[in-house]
């Protein structure tokens, strides 16, 4: 039992690294992550302008 649960605990760490390893090749700096970022900022930034306290 003690053989099967490092294999396990192997498998999962593995696995781990696998996503970490793809997250990190992400590339956060294209042209449509800006943009939607700045459209997010835009409507955060509107929504403030026009709060109005309950």
């Known amino acids: 039992m003690d053989l099967f649960l490092v294999f396990i605990t192997m498998f999962l760490v593995a696995n781990m690294m696998l ?3 793809m997250v990190r ?3 956060l700096n ?9 459209q997010q900022a835009a409507v955060i930034s ?3 302008v026009n ?4």
Do not use: F, L, M
């Open 25 to 27: 090749r992400i590339d």
């Open 51 to 54: 709060y109005t306290p309950v």
């Open 30 to 38: 294209n042209p449509s992550v800006q943009a939607w970022e700045q």
């Open 46 to 48: 509107a929504e403030t």
């Open 19 to 21: 996503v970490v390893a």
